[in-house]
């Protein structure tokens, strides 16, 4: 008998939700149901532990133990290897907020575990096992929130300034050379060209917060700047005159990153 979680790919819910519908624990990445019949596995892309990733519609999904090497007879790494024999219905999730559960639907194993290595809690290299993981019902994974995405991406970014060089490269020699892709979504905002065009002019080919010349120029042989809104669309700011600005590469990248206050409050100076 086929178990229906009722639930939408792409639907987000909540741990509690997550146990109340599998009839599952409330811990670990790996959790068997035996009241459903289930066994849930959790992607959980804020941890710097494991190293999941899809490749190709398939996801490479790391087996559980934190420390030391991990062994295909341990607990749910043997139901999920043993899956396909023992018809165990496997459903996934991924996290990429802190409390957040991404449903992406059931998955089967669409090969045999493979061995390699990662490092554990330690920082120690240590022997893992990689389940390659295809959706039963679905294409391909569901999206990504955007605001989700860049929170994970920044997380991952913060874990690795604690590294050190050594061991940045022996991470780096273990990772998969193709790059990771993955459908993100998120709200695209359509702004006034014509605004764009006017702040451009305004800056009359120098950057309004730095006050060098635009770095090169674009295929018309007009100044490259890019317009940026000082009070950020996604926070409310309106699409007027005296909020957008042209501004260099780099420090429309500044504004993106530290957003600082100074910074703005020359921006608005710069925009009357």
């Known amino acids: 008998m086929?178990?229906?979680?009722r639930l939408k790919q792409g639907e987000t819910i909540s741990n509690q939700e997550l146990r109340d519908k599998f009839k599952c624990g409330a811990r670990g990445g790996m959790r068997r149901s035996h009241t459903t019949n289930t066994l849930v596995l959790i992607s959980d892309h804020t941890r710097g532990v494991y190293q999941d990733r899809w490749?190709?519609?398939?996801l490479h999904y790391t087996g559980m133990g934190l420390e030391g090497d991990q062994s295909i007879g341990l607990a749910q790494n043997k139901t999920l290897?043993?899956?396909?024999?023992?018809?165990?219905?496997?459903f996934?999730?991924?996290v990429f907020e802190s409390g957040k559960y991404l449903y992406q639907g059931r998955v089967r194993l669409a090969g045999k575990p493979l061995k390699g290595t990662q490092p554990d809690e330690s920082n120690?290299?240590?022997l893992v096992w990689i389940f390659p993981l295809k959706l039963v019902d679905f294409p391909a994974p569901a999206p990504i929130p955007e605001e989700a995405f860049d929170q994970a991406v920044a997380k991952r970014e913060r874990n690795s300034r604690k590294l050190s060089e050594d061991d940045l490269r022996k991470r780096v020699e273990k990772i998969n050379k193709s790059p990771q892709q993955r459908a993100v979504s998120g709200i695209r905002y359509e702004t006034s060209e014509e605004l764009k065009e006017l702040a451009k002019r305004k800056a009359k080919g120098k950057c309004m917060l730095c006050g060098e010349n635009a770095p090169f120029a674009d295929r018309d042989n007009q100044p490259y700047l890019e317009e940026h809104h000082i009070i950020w669309l996604s926070l409310g700011g309106p699409d007027t005159e005296n909020n957008v600005v042209?501004?260099?590469?780099?420090?429309?990248?500044?504004?993106h990153v530290l957003d600082l206050k100074a910074d703005r409050d020359f921006l608005r100076i710069k925009a009357r």
């Open 2 to 5: 086929t178990f229906d979680p």
């Open 55 to 58: 490749k190709r519609g398939v």
């Open 81 to 90: 290897a043993e899956s396909t024999k023992t018809g165990i219905q496997v």
């Open 92 to 94: 996934l999730f991924e």
């Open 124 to 126: 120690r290299q240590r």
């Open 246 to 255: 042209a501004l260099c590469p780099n420090c429309h990248r500044k504004m």
